[in-house]
């Protein structure tokens, strides 16, 4: 049963990489280089119309896309791995919460920071653009930061305590983007803990390395 991903380093496929190792389920790469418009060319807006990254392709042939949709879709057909907490628990909820918060908030200021372009057509107008996605961006980060119950030392470095699940593969994922990686330690410390407890998980370790460098 092997999956089929489109993807890119350092990118939203990573997220959904990161999940399949800690499932364990067998995953064939398909690159699509951001750095080249791959995302728009024919021949991937036929998998995906948006011209986005990450596709999953499942065994049985379904295209899934968007990052969240793929990382829920992967928890409900594999749950012995235990990657969300189950219908009825107020774990869910949480890890729900703040998942939705990451897609919804900070994500689209990623798009305004590496594609000014498509939000003006003046170039005088993209720094401005940019700067200001950075810092609303940001202040989502810092919204997790004071909210999302993270604790200071201790043990249990993960969005809902001890227990590990997608919530913290994704926003780790995500935190590594507009200077996150340099950013949080100073500003969000918890974040960047939660980020170096996901990037030290033994089946996540080499595939963030490979994304992302050394944690």
Do not use: K
């Not at 951001?34 to 392709?57: D, F, K």
């Not at 791995?81 to 009825?88: E, S, T």
């Not at 989502?140 to 997608?166: C, K, M, N, Q, Y």
Request: hydrophobic residues 45%; proline residues 9%.
């Amino acid at each position: 049963m092997t999956y089929l991903l489109y993807g890119d380093r350092g990118s939203g496929s990573a997220a959904v990489e990161m999940a399949l190792a800690e499932i364990g389920a067998p995953c064939a790469l398909r690159a699509v280089p951001l750095e080249r418009e791959a995302q728009r060319a024919a021949g991937h807006l036929r998998l995906n119309p948006m011209g986005r990254i990450p596709v999953l392709v499942l065994p049985d042939g379904t295209v899934v896309t968007e990052s969240l949709a793929i990382l829920l879709t992967l928890c409900d057909r594999h749950p012995q791995a235990a990657l969300l907490p189950p219908p009825g628990d107020s774990a869910r909820a949480t890890a729900l919460r703040w998942m939705a918060l990451a897609a919804g908030e900070f994500y689209p200021h990623v798009t305004r920071h590496d594609y000014p372009e498509r939000f003006s057509p003046d170039p005088a107008h993209w720094p401005a653009i940019r700067a200001r996605a950075v810092e609303m961006g940001r202040a989502a980060w810092r919204v997790v930061e004071e909210h999302a119950g993270l604790r200071d030392g201790g043990e249990e470095p993960f969005l809902l305590g001890a227990r590990f699940s997608i919530a913290d593969i994704y926003l780790a994922v995500l935190s590594r983007w507009m200077g996150g990686a340099a950013w949080l330690p100073g500003s969000c410390p918890r974040m960047a803990r939660l980020a170096r407890a996901v990037a030290a998980r033994p089946a996540i370790a080499p595939v963030w390395e490979r994304h992302f460098g050394a944690a």
